[in-house]
Antibody, heavy 119, light 107 residues
Framework: QVQLQESGPGLVRPSETLSLTCTVSGGSITSSYWSWMRQPPGKELEWIGYVYGSGATNYNPSLKSRVSMSVDTSMNHFSLKLSSVTAADTALYYC?????????????WGKGTTVTVSS | DIQMTQSPSSLSASVGDRVTITCRASQSIGSNLNWYQQKPGKAPNVLIYSGSRLQIGVPSRFSGSGYGTDFTLTITSLQPEDFATYFCQQTDSFPLTFGGGTKVEIK
């Protein structure tokens, strides 16, 4: 079955760009929607956005000016970049497959990766 | 944005208890409501999608109901492996939003 694994630096300096990758195993990255979420300590989950296998994207307006998502079909992974980070971007970051065929839900999630923004 | 208010934020229950968790949307979302289970260090797991549809492989003791703004997740007979955090999500409109979560603890 499809499995997802997030990877990337656990520590990012303020004002720099956070970069994470989600590797898809057990299935193809094309013809599916892939989403990123995050959960700051003690707070609720926040949807960051999604990227389709073709590269089309949809971002949360609250982060849109700083977010970029992309797909690498040769590596079967998709990526998140968040620029100009601050301490408020410290969170547990999740990737997930976003089902959008009639019913809409995240059917496969990664275990999450913690990112701390600190100097 | 649609606000999702989940209650209670935590509860204590015993094995075999019936547990009910509520999620309320700030506006009507039809049946576009999903429920997830989250355990520490593990990937979240979808239990119920589209309000009441049981995800394949999820035990039948889990059920979902509701439409519009008020939704319920019910666990009919709590099992040891059900102690976890549960959260709801609306997928009616972007940005997608989540409830604050309900932590189910052992009494």
């Amino acid at each position: 079955q499809v499995q997802l694994q997030e990877s990337g630096p656990g520590l990012v300096r303020p004002s720099e760009t956070l970069s994470l990758t989600c590797t898809v195993s057990g299935g193809s990255i094309t013809s599916s929607y892939w989403s990123w979420m995050r959960q700051p300590p003690g707070k609720e989950l926040e949807w960051i956005g999604y990227v389709y296998g073709s590269g089309a994207t949809n971002y949360n307006p609250s982060l849109k000016s700083r977010v970029s998502m992309s797909v690498d079909t040769s590596m079967n992974h998709f990526s998140l970049k968040l620029s100009s980070v601050t301490a408020a971007d410290t969170a547990l970051y999740y990737c997930a497959r976003y089902v959008r065929s009639g019913n809409h839900y995240m059917d496969v999630w990664g275990k999450g990766t913690t990112v701390t923004v600190s100097s | 944005d649609i606000q999702m208010t989940q209650s209670p934020s935590s509860l204590s229950a015993s094995v075999g208890d019936r547990v009910t968790i509520t999620c309320r949307a700030s506006q009507s979302i039809g049946s576009n409501l999903n429920w997830y289970q989250q355990k520490p260090g593990k990937a979240p797991n979808v239990l119920i999608y589209s309000g009441s549809r049981l995800q394949i492989g999820v035990p039948s003791r889990f059920s979902g109901s509701g439409y519009g703004t008020d939704f319920t997740l019910t666990i009919t007979s709590l099992q040891p492996e059900d102690f976890a955090t549960y959260f709801c999500q609306q997928t009616d409109s972007f940005p997608l939003t989540f409830g604050g979560g309900t932590k189910v603890e052992i009494k």
